[in-house]
């Protein structure tokens, strides 16, 4: 199974501040990574496909980047309702696996 | 607009079965690979299960294996999770996912989720 590993597991941050989340996976997977954006009570939300494609409607300050085993998601000028958990999840190979998490707050 | 609705959870005794469904409406389902994803209270996100187009390809996670069956019936655009031998770690929110393409393996559209409790 691919083993996916995400850092920090949590964060705090300012309104306007660049926020950048690690994603490292056990072996390689290419650029078969999503990311997800979750707020409490809510269902996750799709933010990226293949490692750097942002979904139709998702805010342009959510960037992705990276291949094989190292990836990261920026937000830019962090606004608000940023505020959340973020995952990551590789899609390269059954079993599908997601990160442990990231929850960025706010100060 | 895609769609995806939940239902069937409930409050269950360890040992016991659901039947989990997710209706979907607003696109063609039967164009679809379709996931289920669980995540237990203040828990991160598990894959669970998925379904390919025609049903001719299927994947279990190993904490489910043997015990839970994926299905679908693409004339009635539903998806079924049917849980059975259901243990206390079988607790969370089961949410059913579309990706965005259909032969995808990707969750780019979610439901709202179906809430399963095991306890005695």
């Known amino acids: 199974d691919i083993q996916m590993t995400q850092s920090p597991s949590s964060l705090s941050a300012s309104v306007g501040d660049r926020v950048t989340i690690t994603c490292r996976a056990s072996q390689g997977i290419s650029s078969w990574l999503a990311w997800y954006q979750q707020k409490p009570e809510e269902a996750p939300k799709s933010l990226i496909y293949?490692?750097?494609s942002l979904q139709s409607g998702v805010s342009s300050r959510f960037s992705g980047s990276g291949a094989g085993t190292d990836f990261t998601l920026t937000i830019s000028n962090l606004q608000p309702e940023d505020s959340g958990t973020y995952y990551c999840q590789q899609y390269k190979s059954y079993p599908l696996t997601f990160g442990g998490g990231t929850k960025v707050e706010i100060k | 607009e895609v769609q995806l609705v939940e239902s069937g959870g409930g409050l269950v005794k360890p040992g016991g079965s659901l039947r989990l469904s997710c209706a979907a409406s607003g696109f063609t389902f039967s164009r679809y690979n379709m996931n289920w994803v669980r995540q237990a209270p203040g828990k991160g996100l598990e894959w669970v299960s998925s379904?390919?187009?025609?049903?001719?390809?299927?994947y279990y996670a190993d904490s489910v294996k043997g015990r839970f069956t994926i299905s679908r019936d693409n004339a009635k655009n539903s998806l079924f999770l049917q849980m059975n031998s259901l243990r206390a770690e079988d607790t969370a929110m089961y949410y059913c996912?579309?990706?965005?393409?259909?032969?995808?393996?990707?969750?780019?559209?979610w439901g709202q989720g179906t809430l399963v409790t095991v306890s005695s």
């Open positions: 293949a490692a750097s």
């Open positions: 996912a579309r990706p965005r393409e259909g032969t995808g393996t990707t969750s780019d559209y």
């Open positions: 379904i390919s187009i025609n049903s001719n390809y299927i």
